[in-house]
T-cell receptor, first 114, second 112 residues
Framework: GAGVSQSPSNKVTEKGKDVELRCDPISGHTALYWYRQSLGQGLEFLIYFQGNSAPDKSGLPSDRFSAERTGGSVSTLTIQRTQQEDSAVYLC????????????FGPGTRLTVL | SQQGEEDPQALSIQEGENATMNCSYK?????LQWYRQNSGRGLVHLILIRSNEREKHSGRLRVTLDTSKKSSSLLITASRAADTASYFCATDSSGGSYIPTFGRGTSLIVHP
């Protein structure tokens, strides 16, 4: 079956512009996560959606970052007024249930802010 | 703060040798998982070990868990060049956190 997909795979933008990153989780997975990975670093948690519950936004680094998940499926991560330090690979993962289930990762979106 | 921390940060071996990576964590856990990442892209789940388990095998992979030392190890036997990747451990706290936290990873290079 289809895995987690993300689009675009690469995004180059200018400082100050807004960007939207998309994640399509595995069908039926109720949990969805966004992570950020800077070069040579581990994964930094950004936001977590579980079913119809309010998302856990505790990892978002600033109010320029926001995310939504429509219909319990597709999620969009939006970064407003991008800065050079936002450059990273943004990874999305989904799992069948909550955080104790295996996460399935998408290929990521590589964001470069010039 | 990072819950899981892998060591070494980098490991370089010859094909056929065994590779051992370690993960240490700070708080009690329910599960510990190992993931692999190629070329800075998506992670692939390798193996999950529960807190009441001490050892698990999957093909050439062997994972151990020592909850008294709050540590885990991943052993890859008879390594191949295709095993070259970064390896991460992820833990979820038994204290209620539902968000797995990842270490910085071990970068493994297997020379043919």
């Amino acid at each position: 079956g289809a895995g987690v997909s993300q689009s675009p795979s690469n995004k180059v933008t200018e400082k100050g512009k807004d960007v939207e990153l998309r994640c399509d989780p595995i069908s039926g997975h109720t949990a969805l996560y966004w992570y950020r990975q800077s070069l040579g670093q581990g994964l930094e948690f950004l936001i977590y959606f579980q079913g119809n519950s309010a998302p856990d936004k505790s990892g978002l680094p600033s109010d320029r970052f926001s995310a939504e998940r429509t219909g319990g499926s597709v999620s969009t991560l939006t970064i407003q007024r991008t800065q050079q330090e936002d450059s990273a690979v943004y990874l999305c993962a989904s799992s069948l249930g909550g955080g104790r289930d295996t996460q399935y990762f998408g290929p990521g979106t590589r964001l470069t802010v010039l | 703060s990072q819950q899981g921390e892998e060591d070494p940060q980098a490991l370089s071996i010859q094909e056929g040798e065994n590779a051992t990576m370690n993960c240490s964590y700070k708080t009690s856990i329910n599960n510990l998982q190992w993931y692999r990442q190629n070329s800075g892209r998506g992670l692939v789940h390798l193996i999950l070990i529960r807190s009441n388990e001490r050892e698990k095998h999957s093909g050439r992979l062997r994972v151990t868990l020592d909850t008294s030392k709050k540590s885990s190890s991943l052993l890859i036997t008879a390594s191949r060049a295709a095993d070259t990747a970064s390896y991460f451990c992820a833990t979820d706290s038994s204290g209620g956190s539902y968000i797995p936290t990842f270490g910085r990873g071990t970068s493994l290079i297997v020379h043919p």
